[in-house]
T-cell receptor, first 115, second 114 residues
Framework: AQKITQTQPGMFVQEKEAVTLDCTYD???????LFWYKQPSSGEMIFLIY??????QNATEGRYSLNFQKARKSANLVISASQLGDSAMYFC????????????FGSGTRLQVQP | GAGVSQTPSNKVTEKGKYVELRCDPI?????LYWYRQSLGQGPEFLIY????????DSGLPNDRFFAVRPEGSVSTLKIQRTERGDSAVYLC????????????FGPGTRLTVT
């Protein structure tokens, strides 16, 4: 079974500062993928970044980077230079298992960017 | 181009009634997913289609839930004998093919069972 744990229900960050959102995962599969999604108040899930379990380098997409520490089973999201529009729910997710395409999501972290 | 669309955006129904929720994926996307998101939680997987067939329906909670995708594009999630516990936002997502990482989500249908 797969499990995603996000231990921060809510986070505050000052505009223009960096923030790290924590995610730990549990799976017995050797091949898996890790994802981060953003869900604004409008409700739509927006894909941010992907990291494969065999990728040697940490994934980056613009202001988003994924701090992948395989031995610790963590996949933290780092947002640099926070903007007011970054205020939203953030979900960590995993896809694991041969041929399995479904995503398993964590419970999310609500990020509030303060001016 | 157009994203994933879902109709209706809101649905209120009485306990015991039958409902259908519709998903229009991005044109050309062969993979389609249904998830359910309860208040304060992350989405939970329900079913995955590759083309017209349900490749993984392991997330359907019971036999009151059924989904179809007869022509490999539009999908309908059907819930029989609705219960108050079925109240949630039902999210649909599509991806280009089974190998694509990114799943593009629709805005969801908020189902309320009274």
């Amino acid at each position: 079974a797969q499990k995603i744990t996000q231990t921060q229900p809510g986070m505050f960050v000052q505009e223009k500062e960096a923030v790290t959102l924590d995610c730990t995962y549990d799976t017995s599969d050797q091949s898996y993928g890790l994802f981060w999604y953003k869900q604004p108040s409008s409700g739509e899930m927006i894909f941010l970044i992907y990291q494969g379990s065999y990728d040697e380098q940490n994934a980056t997409e613009g202001r988003y980077s994924l701090n992948f520490q395989k031995a610790r089973k963590s996949a933290n999201l780092v947002i640099s230079a926070s903007q007011l529009g970054d205020s939203a729910m953030y979900f960590c997710a995993m896809r694991a298992g041969t041929g399995r395409r479904a995503l398993t999501f964590g419970s999310g972290t609500r990020l509030q960017v303060q001016p | 181009g157009a994203g994933v669309s879902q109709t209706p955006s809101n649905k209120v129904t009485e306990k015991g009634k039958y409902v259908e929720l519709r998903c229009d994926p991005i044109s050309g996307h062969t993979a389609l997913y249904w998830y359910r998101q309860s208040l304060g939680q992350g989405p939970e997987f329900l079913i995955y289609f590759q083309g017209t067939g349900a490749a993984d329906d392991s997330g359907l909670p019971n036999d009151r839930f059924f989904a179809v995708r007869p022509e490999g594009s539009v999908s309908t999630l059907k819930i029989q004998r609705t219960e108050r516990g079925d109240s949630a936002v039902y999210l649909c997502a599509s991806s280009l093919n089974r190998g694509a990482h990114e799943q593009y989500f629709g805005p969801g249908t908020r189902l309320t069972v009274t």
